[in-house]
């Protein structure tokens, strides 16, 4: 069996650490099986971000569909569910990568039951978790190292489980879900989603215009004269 070639979708801190995850599945695993890193994508090559690895980054979204001889499977590097979910349906829906063309990664050190657990495509589970049994982990979802997942428990399309978080038995964490450490709404089953996030923008938004329309309409005090 042949080592997949893996593209990773995003160049930041945690597109660097699916990298470290997918060699470190590699290194433990059986001779000629597991990944081979081919490269991040990103939507701008030509801007990218100031904590990008600019030397890895092989082009944008297109690049996928012109060189897809040059790799194998997929995964999503971007940890803000929001952008995760965009990215998603962006290829899926829009470049029509379906679930053969993700990646799936668990690390070996990660504690589960995988005769009792379903786990979607674009999946990353990194070392050091626990979770359990008859759990779901849909498309895009991640766990990150540290955390504790309990039975029964979901996670939505897209949720991100930041580093050290617990989770109880039969809780639902929403599709485009984040959830931190000692994060009281997701220890109730539910954490900030992606509607969330675009609500909580648009009122600031709207604070802020209408901050600057009362500076506006506020009468200009005349300078005092000098004294």
Known sequence: MAKQKLVIVGAGGLARELRWLAADITARGPANAGYEF???VISDPA???PYDSQDDIRGDMAWLIDNRQQWDCLLIGIGN????????AELEQDLG?????????????????????????????????TCTVNLELAPHSLVHYGC??????RLGRGAVVNPGANISGGVVVAEGALVGRG???G?????????DEEALHRCTD???RHRDQCEEAAPRRPPHPPG
């Open 148 to 153: 504790t997942v309990g039975h029964e428990s």
């Open 187 to 195: 220890r109730r089953g539910r954490a900030r989603t992606a509607r």
């Open 81 to 88: 569910p929001v952008f995760r979910l965009k990215v998603a």
């Open 183 to 185: 994060d009281p709404e």
């Open 97 to 129: 990568f379906g679930p053969a063309d993700w990646a799936r990664l668990i690390h070996p050190e990660a504690l589960l039951d995988l005769e009792s657990c379903q786990i979607g495509h674009g999946v990353a589970i990194f070392g050091g978790t």
């Open 206 to 208: 709207r604070r802020q």
């Open 38 to 40: 081919a490269g991040f």
């Open 47 to 49: 801007h990218p971000g």
